[in-house]
């Protein structure tokens, strides 16, 4: 009996450390389950031992937070679908509800607009209206229901710029003499409380770019030392997190969780991933990593973040399946504690390339062959990279605004003998575009629902298409047919 529980104790122990986690940011692109059911083995593969599943608006919310839901919410059965896929593969589940900022999911919707710290922004939720904390423990009561038996859940409770503005919270700083990061802290401390009290085997998470400014008298007595693990994040390529955080941290935190970035984290608006970029992110955090240790009694392990938008109404940013290929090296660079050729020819083996994986994708003219789940995204998207330099290379030439431009086009005041070669070369543009869209909207549905193919197309492919397709309509409307081939 007694060996027994050690044995389950030193099971734990190991558990309980050393994660590599995939962060599942769903508020963008979220994957379908027939997807999920195929990158979840390969995230096993590829040495994660978790997820980190952001549901924000995708998660099945009924009763008062039905309105939270969005239209396309994973149902319930594909809640557990997803839980029974991470146990297959033996990987753990922590779910992350946002619970103070990145709040537009909810507050956008005219029901909890009462909610705002500021009538006028969705972001962050008023902490001194009772109605907010019931709200976010509604929220954790109903994710915690679908999620059985969990160690770790996390409150998000990063980037929360709007505090202490309302004229509520600024009687309440007033009479209780508080300051902003007071308010922050009793907010937090009050959710973090309910979770302790009512899932008293859950240990919950945040991130902790609110308190890394904090000094530490001011964080001793903030009340969070044993509510709570923070998660530090940090995606640069040099650190660039205040020197004394892990001595302030350690003073409260035993037990400490790490933050780096496999895509979304190099611009709101990228949607190829240089992976050569996050190399550099994780090597800096493995040396982090290596001098810091000694500080905490356990280094929970690592959350490897994979952004889908930079906020709510942000555009979609890089896509999972065209980033697998950055999350295997990255997985791989904190598994082994370095980047090096042989691990670069493992994970191209994972990943099924017939040769390394391209490290830039920037200068390919072209997908090299690999067969992993969504390569035929990863291809597209490289394409589309290639598509959209020629774009850019004819649209900047300036052969176009001296020979061609929509007035001269317009009155048909053209030379054919520039006309007719600019024309032929926008004409022949737009033919590749078309074969391009069909390939990528068929790529892309196979992976995701119709609503995140519609918005990339819009977003990032159709406006170019259109323009290419206007110049040659305005063409041939104005008599100049004969000059397009
Ligand atoms: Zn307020």
């Given at each position: 009996m007694h060996t027994n529980r050690c044995y389950t104790a030193d099971r734990m122990n190991l558990m309980d450390q050393n994660h590599r986690l995939v962060h599942?940011?769903?508020?963008?692109?979220p994957p379908r389950v027939e997807y999920l059911e195929q990158v979840i083995p390969l995230f096993k593969k590829l040495g994660a031992t978790g997820l980190l599943i952001e549901y924000e608006d995708m998660f099945p919310y009924y009763g008062d937070?039905?309105?939270?839901?969005?239209?396309h919410a994973y149902s319930k059965e594909a809640i557990y679908r997803i839980q029974q896929l991470a146990e297959e593969n033996s990987l753990i589940i922590i779910p992350l509800v946002q619970s103070f900022g990145h709040f537009e999911f909810v507050l956008k919707h005219e029901k909890f607009r009462?909610?705002?710290?500021?009538?006028?922004?969705?972001m962050a939720l008023c902490p001194s209206n009772p109605d907010s904390l019931m709200a976010v423990c509604m929220m954790i009561d109903q994710v915690m229901e679908l999620h059985q038996g969990l160690r770790w859940f996390h409150?998000?409770?990063?980037?929360?710029?709007?505090?202490?503005?309302c004229d509520k919270c600024k009687k309440r700083m007033h009479v209780q003499n508080l300051t902003q990061q007071q308010l922050f802290f009793s907010h937090c401390k009050a959710v973090l409380n309910y979770i302790k009290v009512k899932y008293p085997s859950v240990t919950a998470i945040m991130w902790d770019d609110m308190l890394r400014h904090t000094e530490l008298p001011v964080l001793l007595e903030s009340g969070l030392a044993g509510l709570v693990e923070p998660m530090v994040w940090h995606y640069l390529?040099?650190?660039?997190?205040?020197?004394d955080i892990w001595d302030k941290f350690s003073k409260l935190f035993p037990n400490i969780w790490f933050g780096s970035a496999?895509?979304?984290?190099?611009?709101?608006?990228?949607?190829?991933?240089?992976i050569g970029y996050h190399i550099e992110n994780h090597l800096v955090w493995v040396s982090l990593q290596e001098k810091e240790?000694?500080?905490?009694?356990?280094?929970?392990?690592?959350?490897?973040t994979g952004w889908s938008?930079?906020?709510?109404?942000?555009v979609l940013c890089e896509l999972l399946p065209q980033a697998l290929p950055s999350l295997g090296i990255c997985l791989s660079v904190l598994n082994k504690g370095t980047f090096n050729a042989d691990l670069h020819n493992g994970v191209s083996a994972v990943l099924k390339f017939k040769s390394h994986l391209p490290?830039?994708?920037?200068?390919?003219?072209g997908a090299p062959p690999c067969d992993f789940p969504g390569h035929k995204v990863y291809r597209d998207m490289l394409d589309f990279n290639h598509l959209e330099a020629s774009y850019e290379d004819l649209m900047h030439n300036e052969s176009i605004f001296t020979w061609m431009n929509e007035y001269q086009i317009k009155r048909n005041f053209v030379n054919p003998v520039h006309v007719g070669p600019l024309l032929n070369a926008v004409a022949k543009l737009l033919e590749s575009f078309r074969i391009l869209k069909a390939r990528l909207q068929s790529s892309l549905s196979e992976v995701f629902y119709d609503t995140a193919t519609e918005e990339w197309m819009n977003v990032y492919f159709f406006p170019k298409k259109h323009k290419l397709k206007d110049i040659i309509e305005n063409a041939r409307n104005s008599g100049l047919s004969s000059l397009i081939e």
């Open positions: 599942l940011d769903l508020k963008g692109a937070l039905e309105e939270v839901a969005s239209q009462s909610l705002r710290e500021v009538p006028n922004y969705p409150i998000g409770a990063d980037e929360v710029y709007h505090i202490g503005i390529t040099k650190f660039l997190l205040p020197p496999f895509k979304g984290a190099t611009g709101s608006n990228m949607y190829l991933t240089n240790k000694q500080k905490f009694q356990t280094i929970r392990g690592y959350a490897v938008r930079y906020d709510h109404y942000a490290i830039s994708p920037f200068q390919c003219l």
